[in-house]
Nanobody
């Protein structure tokens, strides 16, 4: 059974940084695109960043970011540790949300999707 657990959220001032972690168990990350979503009160859940692993490709991994976080957030993963990270710098009040980790199955794991319970990030002035 897959399990994703986010950590690292908290209260931070505008301009500050946080590093979110997503510890994954029960699945092989090599077969999953890992994503971070966020949802603010009264708003829809939005994709923040994604990290696609393609170990047999000439481009071993690819990342994508929402325009609102480009240049400030960085997604990374450590497959050996089964952990995905989201480094968030230059935080703004608009970044306040609950952040969710998602594992989206690729190749042999196509059709599988797993979510963590979320971690709260609050950016205050």
């Amino acid at each position: 059974q897959a399990q994703l657990v986010e950590s690292g959220g908290g209260l931070v001032q505008v301009g500050g940084s946080l590093r979110l972690s997503c510890a994954v168990s029960g699945i092989n990350l090599n077969f999953y695109t890992m994503k971070w979503f966020r949802q603010a009160p009264g708003k829809e859940r939005e994709l923040v960043a994604s990290h696609t692993n393609a170990p047999y490709s000439s481009v071993p991994w690819m990342t994508n970011y929402a325009d609102s976080v480009k240049g400030r957030f960085t997604i990374s993963r450590d497959n050996a540790k089964s952990t995905v990270y989201l480094q968030m710098n230059s935080l703004k009040e608009d970044d306040t949300a609950t952040y969710y980790c998602n594992a989206h199955g690729m190749r042999a794991a196509a059709g599988r999707d797993y979510w963590g319970p979320g971690t709260q990030v609050t950016v205050s002035s």
